[in-house]
C-alpha cells in the first residue's frame, strides 16, 4: 500500500471543522478508551487472581512468562509502528488489543504493590492532567511540533533509564523518574493531541478507499499514543505520590 503523506498546512480547508476531522477524532479517543478499559479488566483479574499470578511469579521473582508478560508489550508497539502500512487494519486491532491486555498485566502488578486508595487517587489526578493537556493542545495556536524531537528523546531516555532501575531497584532513581516522567508526559499529552488533530484536518475528504482505510489504521495509532502516554504519566505519578501497601 502507497503511505499516504497528510502533511498539514495553515491555509489548508481542513481547517474548518468538518466531519471527517472529527469523526477521526473521535475514533482515536474511543479506541483509547477501548485500550484502558482492558487493561483495567486484565489488571483486576490478575490481581485477584492467585493462580493466574502464581505462573508469572515464582519464589525467586518473576518467572520466564512473567518476563514475557512485562517486555512483549515493547515489542509489540515496535511491530505496530514498523509495520503498519502492511498490516490489515484487522490485524492491527488485534495487535492493539493484545497490547492492551499484556499491559493490564503489567499494571495488574502495580495493584499489588500500592494501596488501592493512591491508585485510585494517582488515577484522577492523570486524567485530570490528561485532560487539561489535551485540551490545550487541541485549542492552541502554538506550533507543538518543534517541542517533538526533545520530548521524544526525554522518552528514550526514561525508558533506558527505567529498564536499568528495573534491575538495580534504586528507590532515590525512581523518584527521580517520577518527577523527569510527569514532566515529560505532560507535555508529550498537548504536543501528541495536536499532532492528532492536524493529521485529521489533512485527511483527504474525497472519501475514496485508500484514504478510510489509511484513516482508520491513523485512529489506532493515534489511540495506542495517547494511551502510552496516559498510562505512563499515571505510573509516573505513583512513582511520587503511591503509597506501598
Not at 514498523?82 to 498490516?87: D, F, I, V
Request: include cysteine.
Amino acid at each position: 500500500m502507497e503511505q499516504q503523506n497528510y502533511q498539514y498546512q495553515g491555509n489548508s480547508v481542513f481547517v474548518q471543522e468538518n466531519s471527517v476531522s472529527k469523526k477521526f477524532f473521535a475514533s482515536v479517543f474511543l479506541w483509547m478508551f477501548v485500550a484502558l478499559l482492558i487493561s483495567s479488566v486484565s489488571a483486576f483479574v490478575l490481581a485477584n487472581s492467585p493462580g493466574i499470578l502464581s505462573y508469572l511469579v515464582g519464589e525467586k521473582g518473576f518467572t520466564v512468562l512473567g518476563y514475557i508478560a512485562i517486555f512483549a508489550p515493547l515489542g509489540l508497539v515496535m511491530l505496530m509502528g514498523a509495520a503498519m502500512q502492511r498490516l490489515s487494519f484487522p490485524a492491527l486491532v488485534g495487535i492493539f488489543l493484545l497490547y492492551s491486555l499484556l499491559t493490564g498485566v503489567m499494571l495488574g502488578f502495580i495493584l499489588l504493590i500500592y494501596t488501592s486508595v493512591s491508585i485510585a487517587i494517582c488515577f484522577v489526578a492523570a486524567a485530570v492532567i490528561f485532560a487539561v493537556m489535551a485540551i490545550m493542545g487541541y485549542t492552541t495556536d502554538v506550533d507543538l511540533s518543534k517541542f517533538g524531537p526533545i520530548l521524544m528523546a526525554g522518552v528514550i531516555g526514561l525508558v533506558i533509564v527505567s529498564l536499568i532501575n528495573f534491575f538495580i531497584g534504586s528507590e532515590t532513581l525512581n523518584y527521580i523518574l517520577g518527577f523527569v516522567g510527569v514532566a515529560i508526559f505532560t507535555a508529550l499529552t498537548a504536543y501528541k493531541v495536536q499532532e492528532i488533530k492536524r493529521i485529521g484536518e489533512g485527511l483527504d475528504e474525497s472519501g475514496s478507499e485508500i484514504a478510510v482505510a489509511d484513516s482508520k489504521k491513523l485512529a489506532i495509532m493515534g489511540a495506542l499514543s495517547l494511551y502510552i502516554t496516559f498510562i505512563n504519566l499515571f505510573l509516573s505519578l505513583l512513582r511520587l505520590f503511591g503509597g506501598r501497601r
